[in-house]
């Protein structure tokens, strides 16, 4: 943070404030403090007669892998308001939002994914601008090699065993930076 979003200041501090128990940055003019917290990412697992919405990435980053429709929650809106709302601007489709299913921290990248089940209302879908395309997948045909986060790898594999044990429970998860690899294994993969 290089200037005071309050006063303009570019007398910025970074310490503990009084009665608190992590660093902050605080303005030294007007001793705003300035907290940051993890933003919520929001998103559907869309389903129809047993196949799965995925859309192509138009955009940065990973443009071009496959993912489910997801994206920042704004300021406002209800989680599942967001969801839906992901889910027509990247699919241009139209669903129920029902019971959410994988919540994922990702503690290093301050980040939180919900993603929704949804029911598709209909295959009038369509790619939105930041979509190459749109498509339904049965389970076979899933291109995990061109996933384009591991939230959404997680969030398939998981869906797929429990949809085999015929129960879809909340499920609750951390994916964290894999630590770098020891340099006598680097290159090997
Ligand atoms: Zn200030």
């Not at 704004?74 to 139209?94: K, P, S």
Request: charged share 25%.
């Amino acid at each position: 943070m290089n200037f005071c979003s309050q006063c303009g200041s570019a007398r910025i501090e970074t310490r503990i404030p009084e009665g608190d128990s992590l660093p902050r940055f605080v303005c030294a003019e007007c001793a705003t403090i300035h907290y940051q917290n993890p933003k919520v990412v929001v998103g559907c697992l869309p389903e129809w007669d047993g196949q799965v919405l995925l859309c192509r990435r138009a955009i940065e980053p990973r443009l071009g892998l496959w993912t489910l429709p997801a994206g920042f929650l704004e300021n406002g809106e209800t989680v599942t308001a967001g969801a839906a709302r992901e889910t027509l601007e990247e699919a241009g489709a139209r669903v129920e939002v029902g019971d959410l299913y994988t919540l994922i921290s990702l503690p290093q990248i301050h980040q939180v994914y919900m993603m929704f089940r949804a029911r598709l209302l209909d295959t009038g879908f369509a790619a939105g601008p930041e979509s190459l395309e749109v498509a339904l997948f049965d389970e076979a045909d899933i291109p995990w090699e061109t996933l384009a986060f591991r939230t959404i790898t997680r969030t398939l594999r998981n869906y797929f065993l429990d949809r085999k044990h015929g129960a879809l429970p909340l499920r609750i998860s951390s994916l964290e930076r894999r630590p770098p690899l020891p340099p006598d294994l680097r290159g090997a993969g």
